[in-house]
């Protein structure tokens, strides 16, 4: 089995700045890809940004120049770095992995709320 345990949600105003975490750990080798994903009330999961093991990084148009992905490898860590966020970020985040024997997994989710 996989566990990811998320941190660094919460509240925020407009303008403002969130790290999010993501630990992976138990049945994990052979990690690949980490990233995140979230998903807003009456909308669909949307993909937020990836980063694989070579480092190669993906980003929804929403978010780049904004949010930043990294990777510590020697910690499975994933880590979301989110700056001037907006109202519509707001949403549940949700880390993801998969591994290069296509095991994929998801985190029970953080919420991020950007309100004045």
């Known amino acids: 089995q996989v566990q990811l345990v998320e941190s660094g949600g919460g509240l925020v105003q407009p303008g403002g700045s969130l790290r999010l975490s993501c630990a992976a750990s138990g049945s994990i080798l052979g990690l690949n890809a980490m990233g995140w994903y979230r998903q807003a009330p009456g909308k669909q999961r949307e993909l937020v940004a990836r980063i694989t093991s070579g480092g190669s990084t993906t980003y929804a148009d929403s978010v780049k120049d904004r949010f930043t992905i990294s990777r510590d490898n020697a910690k499975n860590t994933v880590y979301l770095q989110m700056n001037s966020l907006k109202p519509e970020d707001t949403a549940v985040y949700y880390c993801?992995?998969?591994?290069?024997?296509?095991?994929?997994?998801w985190g029970k989710g953080t919420l991020v709320t950007v309100s004045p």
């Open positions: 993801n992995i998969l591994t290069f024997y296509g095991v994929e997994s």
